[in-house]
């Protein structure tokens, strides 16, 4: 069992670093908060006697050393970075859960026949750096160091530069090694286990993503001076879309999801019809076929702005496909929750994970705990303690034994 | 005459004063830009003799001494700040006219009657602060010098900060004094006289404004795990409300003007349900009763968002009324166009200006010159210098007629 005050504590204080008025955290990728966040996990894992290394997306790989090195280690972790105003379980659990797991086997002085490597991954959430699973994708061969490396925040800050100014930028370049098993434990970020009131959801599967940028151009004016008729409105234009993204999210019920979080307005003054609106879309499905569909439409719908004189540029920038978790990595975690008495079912998660682009290259699956009325992504974001030690309970008796084997 | 090349090379220089990449400027009011630019016309004034006075508001106030310092002066002006990405001419243009006025009466030892003053108004555009006109508005008593001092940009420094920063907040209040005439010279910012082919708009009345700011709350959700349904979407919300106001537009053609320049996205990253959108519109109407039902249309639009279990807050920031200009004072301008042989037409103001507000203490009107396409709030706004010298001629025989009454 693990000491389940102890892992509490380390996350209320990981919810100091970056915390929001509103209760929240604020702990961007590679941002200052991000730093701090990383130092104390290196720090309390090196007083613990565990290796740090970090490679050249800033991914921090954390080893308990096993009896025997020459075996492929077993994985776990999540990511400390969060969404702006996200919340103070989303990646930081995983993660606390993990050095949790570690900290109980020195307490009982459990040798293991594998290293356990726990793993900090860069940049998951894709709020500062689109795409999400950045630095997983790098790792596992997705993306190349180059693009990832590349890419920009709104100030056009990268993430070399961002590796850099926080001092997280190793040596070793970002590829995979062999990984024995992985298991990544996480809010659920959903209803449902809360709902029917289980403790452990087996995730099997994960929905695919598209990520779409979409600039509409249109002709600034006077907003006194402009008659409406005249007007190539960028703003309106995009109101259309938002409108034609939303029912395309409608026509793929009940599993369909289409969301723009982001839009950003030029020159986005109050008497000035809008130039520029460069916004995201995102569509979420279990099934390609379907976001096929999504995407389809997607383009239809941009293309018909040219009735208003506008232009509209429809760019993909990520395309996560749907995956479905290791059956024999998943067993050990269904026997954990037996063995433990805790209830369980399977589950596919909306949400991506690292781990969803680990199981391209090891056996590997998830553990969701709930979260209260499956608010995620937001300040309110809430746990309880007792679900939080179930939890990290079922992730201890996973990685355990895979780490035997 | 009035000089016209030295009056292009103002403006040629002024262009530089926050110019853009793309030949535009963005010279914000009470910005750095707008320091540079105010000091380079005090600096041309004192060089000139003329004494140069700055109120409360930042408002500078710049005087050629005439016969008989009791009368009440003639005033002319317009504004050096600009919009976000703005054209070279709106508003600098005026001000410049006014210098090179007062610089051909010096060339020409003409002594005036009375005393001729050139003002230059802090925040006309409204882009940085909200509402437009402020500082004319406090000076005629429209807004209280408290209030306008404690309007904020979006990063929340206020107008009284803002002056302090640049220096240029004056000993003296901001509080209107006699004023025998007022002319102001500007661009039309539409495209009538342009296409046909007319030299000069005699601007008989302006359009009244109403502004408002609009917080539509929803609640931040996961992108992922959040079904269509269960959302409480503020950026949907705003994406309906944003057709309705466009439609209202409609609604009023042909003089109706309803715009959305600014929508601000909170927390705005790409897999966040947005919780809150913050965002302005504005309406213009020639009547008074049209804004009325205008409004009265907003008002519905928005209550109906709470459809979507979304809170749409309006508030009316700014309420400027339709306004007529003075007959006698059109009268003079019209005069000086037939002594100079030029076309003109009278016209209607679909933008506001500070003279609009000088109107309510004293006779006051307008003088317009074309720009090309109707071209304004945009980089790309151009006139040609023979448009530039046809103006101030206008300008410099209006004047000079009042100021020798
Ligand atoms: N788990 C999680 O919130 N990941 C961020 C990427 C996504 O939105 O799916
Ligand atoms: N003339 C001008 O562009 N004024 C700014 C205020 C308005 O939008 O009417």
Redesign the interface.
Known sequence: RINADRLWSTLTMMAQIGGTPAGGVTRLALSDEDRIARNLLRDWSLEAGFSCDVDSMGNMFIRRAGKNPTLAPVMTGSHVDS????GNYDGIYGVMAGLELLRTLNDNDIETERDIVLVNWTNE???RF?P?MLASGVWTGQFSEEYAHARADRDGITVGEALDAIGYRGERPARAFPIHACYELHI???PILEDEAIDIGLVRAA?G?R?FTITIDG????????????RR?A??A???L??KV?AI??QH??D????????????????????RVVC?V?F?HPQSEALDAMEAALHQAAEHLAARGVNAHVERIFDYAPIAFDAASLARSEAAVAALGYSAKPMV????HDTCYVSNIAPASMIFIPCEK??????AERILPEWSEKGANVLLHSVLAAAQE
């Open positions: 969404q702006p105003l996200g959430e894709g709020a689109a999400a659920e970020q959903g929905m993503q990520w002709f600034a004016a006077h907003a006194g001076t402009t008659p409406m008729p005249s409105d703003l309106t995009f109101a259309e938002a409108l939303e999210g409608y019920l009940p369909g999801r289409a969301t723009i979080g982001m839009a950003n307005v030029t020159p986005n003054s109050r008497n000035v019809v809008p130039s995201s995102e979420r998660s909306g949400a991506g499956g608010i995620s992504h937001n300040e």
